[in-house]
């Protein structure tokens, strides 16, 4: 099991023209929200952050997770505009940080930075073939792009399992992989989005209560929103439950560490919205008023869903076995 081959598939995760619309075209509203560091993926935070200081924690967790410090060679999956890179390389002293990413705007704004020892390509992880192996890799966000909304469980798994073994694959012996990514609650997609918060913790005991009048039309609302989302700002993505990503790596990947962090995604959440808000005017001359209208909309719904507890920030560390 630990030595499977990859296995080629027609499908690749989400569309490059689905990419362009969320990473490029949104884009440039985002940029006006994410700070200095253009990070777009949830911080890691502790009393007295700022957004930009719960980033910088962020990209440190994953780079120490993954044991960079002084590595020869590191992959980052969906590096964005390239921050990870930058700092794996001027903070944790990797010699080639490699990124890739489906964006064309962000692979040029970050090669238009000129760093030394990182390399960006603009290409889908799919197609990576790296030309010796790597130390570690990082993938920050980026499971969310491996399934479409319209598989059935198993085939979703099936997608999460092709990544898996692709950085198997791409890994020295014992490398690591540290992974962050949008989960969906425990109990599966479907009742993440329809039962009541109180009905949400797995681990509830008791006879669950009949959903009244209120709670059928909070899910028929919570499917709406999620419709809208997965539409107007993060077309042909789907998030993955902890127990699927744990499947889709067994025998591949030891599990070093698995925490679920949703106030994480809280802060984070909290903080675009408001810098959402301050620049909607300047927003829609760049995107249209419309587009600006969705992302706001989305971010109210991620900051319900996260606080009542429909999905969370997973953190997860593995060991090639």
């Known amino acids: 099991m630990g030595h499977e081959s990859k296995k080629r598939s027609a499908y690749k995760g989400t569309s490059s023209k689905a990419i362009l619309h969320q990473y490029d075209f949104l884009g440039d509203f985002y940029r006006l929200t994410l700070g200095p560091e253009l990070v777009f993926s949830y911080g890691m935070w502790e009393e007295g952050d700022t957004l930009d200081s719960a980033q910088i924690r962020k990209l440190d967790y994953h780079a120490e997770a993954a044991h960079t410090d002084g590595a020869d060679h590191v992959l980052d999956i969906g590096c964005g505009y390239g921050s990870l890179l930058h700092r794996l390389v001027k903070n944790h002293h990797v010699k080639h940080a490699v990124g890739i990413t489906m964006s064309p705007g962000q692979a040029a704004w970050a090669r238009d930075q000129h760093w030394p020892g990182c390399e960006v390509r603009a290409e889908n992880w799919f197609d990576h073939e790296p030309d010796?192996?790597?130390?570690?890799?990082?993938?920050?966000?980026?499971?969310?792009?491996?399934?479409?909304?319209?598989?059935?469980?198993?085939?979703?798994?099936?997608?999460?399992?092709?990544?898996?073994?692709?950085?198997?694959?791409?890994?020295?012996?014992?490398?690591?992989?540290?992974?962050?990514?949008?989960?969906?609650?425990?109990?599966?997609?479907?009742?993440?989005?329809?039962?009541?918060?109180?009905?949400?913790?797995?681990?509830?005991?008791?006879?669950?209560?009949?959903?009244?009048?209120?709670?059928?039309?909070?899910?028929?609302?919570?499917?709406?929103?999620?419709?809208?989302?997965?539409?107007?700002?993060?077309?042909?993505?789907?998030?993955?439950?902890?127990?699927?990503?744990?499947?889709?790596?067994?025998?591949?990947?030891?599990?070093?560490?698995?925490?679920?962090?949703?106030?994480?995604?809280?802060?984070?959440?909290?903080?675009?919205?408001?810098?959402?808000?301050?620049?909607?005017?300047?927003?829609?001359?760049?995107?249209?008023?419309?587009?600006?209208?969705?992302?706001?909309?989305?971010q109210k719904t991620a900051l319900r869903f996260l606080r009542e507890g429909r999905f969370t920030v997973v953190r997860m560390v593995f060991e090639k076995v």
């Open 132 to 298: 010796r192996p790597y130390d570690a890799i990082i993938a920050i966000e980026v499971m969310e792009h491996c399934a479409g909304n319209t598989m059935w469980r198993a085939k979703r798994v099936a997608r999460y399992r092709e990544f898996f073994q692709h950085c198997h694959s791409w890994l020295r012996p014992a490398g690591r992989l540290s992974v962050q990514v949008n989960a969906w609650n425990e109990r599966g997609w479907l009742a993440s989005l329809v039962l009541p918060p109180q009905q949400l913790d797995p681990h509830r005991s008791g006879v669950r209560e009949r959903l009244g009048l209120k709670d059928i039309l909070g899910g028929i609302k919570n499917v709406r929103e999620g419709l809208h989302a997965s539409r107007k700002v993060y077309p042909e993505c789907f998030l993955p439950t902890l127990d699927e990503l744990i499947e889709a790596s067994r025998g591949l990947f030891s599990i070093v560490e698995a925490r679920s962090d949703p106030d994480d995604g809280v802060a984070t959440v909290r903080s675009w919205l408001e810098r959402a808000e301050a620049n909607h005017v300047r927003g829609a001359e760049l995107i249209g008023e419309s587009a600006v209208s969705d992302i706001i909309r989305e």
